[in-house]
């Protein structure tokens, strides 16, 4: 059964507006971490943002917070001000249990588009 | 610090033949994950060592894919025979084992087998 869901394949944003790029998951274990990585063209995976379960305030990292609601299993990202840099691919995934280690699952994907 | 580093970067083989993928994670990285995308779809789970251990090894698609991991450092993925559906990009990462931090990932390498 699919675990990560991403239903937006590509998604377009004009330059410096904010953009919500959709995850949903699916888990039955109480612990766990949600994380966003992003994959420009160049190819190399790009750790972004982390949420745990537990954790009672969205996660944020500069222009990128995580937008978690528990009850509906959704960890959207939210990137701000969207530069042209910002043009890539992006993953939501989830790693099951407390301790690091445990391996993580991947989404489909998000190709983020920025307009000038 | 240097980050995870894998090689080759891309690799064109003939169907039958075997290929050998290295991975070398960040120093002092106890935990070495290996990910495959096949195009288009999600980034799969592989294998995962902790240290030269396998710790899962339960995304291993069949026989044909061998992962090593010697004396704990750089890790190895072969396959053989290579099968047309073996193509894809795989990915390498480690990780220090802290529950909040992403994985560190490698840039990949781009298998095409034709």
């Known amino acids: 059964a699919q675990k990560i869901t991403q239903t937006q394949p590509g998604m377009f944003v004009q330059e410096k507006e904010a953009v919500t790029l959709d995850c949903t998951y699916d888990?039955?274990?109480?612990?766990?971490?949600l994380f966003w990585y992003k994959q420009p063209s160049s190819g190399e995976m790009i750790f972004l943002i982390y949420?745990?379960?537990?954790?009672?305030q969205n996660a944020t990292e500069g222009r990128y917070s995580l937008n978690f609601q528990k009850a509906r299993k959704s960890a959207n990202l939210v990137i701000s001000a969207s530069q042209l840099g910002d043009s890539a691919m992006y993953f939501c995934a989830m790693r099951e249990g407390l301790t690091g280690g445990f391996k993580t699952i991947f989404g489909a994907g998000t190709r983020l588009f920025v307009k000038a | 610090e240097a980050g995870v580093t894998q090689f080759p970067s891309h690799s064109v083989i003939e169907k039958g033949q075997t290929v050998t993928l290295r991975c070398d994670p960040i120093s002092g990285h106890d935990n070495l994950y290996w990910y495959r995308r096949v195009m288009g779809k999600e980034i799969k789970f592989l294998l995962h060592?902790?240290?030269?251990?396998?710790?899962?090894e339960s995304g291993m698609p069949n026989n044909r894919f061998l992962a090593e991991r010697t004396g704990g450092t750089y890790s190895t993925l072969k396959v053989q025979p290579a099968e047309l559906e073996d193509s894809g990009v795989y990915f390498c990462?480690?990780?220090?084992?802290?529950?909040?931090?992403?994985?560190?990932f490698g840039s990949g390498t781009r298998l095409t087998v034709v």
């Open positions: 060592f902790v240290k030269e251990s396998k710790q899962d």
């Open positions: 949420q745990g379960s537990y954790d009672q």
């Open positions: 990462a480690s990780s220090q084992g802290m529950a909040n931090y992403g994985y560190t």
């Open positions: 888990t039955s274990d109480p612990s766990y971490g």
